[in-house]
């Protein structure tokens, strides 16, 4: 069974950057797919980006797109989400995800773990 644990949230003026962590403490990274999302209060969770296993496939929400960067070390068993030109929208509480194939990350059908969270607030 996978455990994921977020770090790398905070506040930020607008304009800035953060880059949050998930380290994973099972086995098999490598062979999930990873995926971050975000909720912001009074809104359901949303999907963010996510990467496969094979590592040159990644795909991002129309809103992050261009701003926002998925990566992943498995040798380090960590993904990493780079978030450029961050907006006051981009405020929520971010989670990554793991699961077998895009299609059921994207759809969240088909996760297994959820990371417990970390906060990023956006200033304007």
């Known amino acids: 069974q996978v455990q994921l644990v977020e770090s790398g949230g905070g506040l930020v003026p607008a304009g800035g950057s953060l880059r949050l962590s998930c380290v994973s403490s099972g086995q098999s990274f490598s062979r999930y797919v990873m995926g971050w999302f975000r909720q912001a209060p009074g809104k359901e969770r949303e999907f963010v980006a996510v990467r496969g296993w094979i590592s040159s496939r990644a795909y991002y929400a129309d809103s992050v797109n261009g701003r926002f960067t998925i990566s992943r070390d498995n040798a380090k068993n960590t993904v990493y989400l780079q978030m450029n030109s961050l907006k006051p929208e981009d405020t929520a509480v971010y989670y990554c995800?793991?699961?077998?194939?895009?299609?059921?990350?994207?759809?969240?059908?088909?996760?297994?773990?959820w990371g417990q969270g970390t906060q990023v607030t956006v200033s304007s």
């Open positions: 995800a793991a699961g077998k194939t895009i299609q059921t990350v994207i759809s969240t059908n088909g996760i297994d773990a």
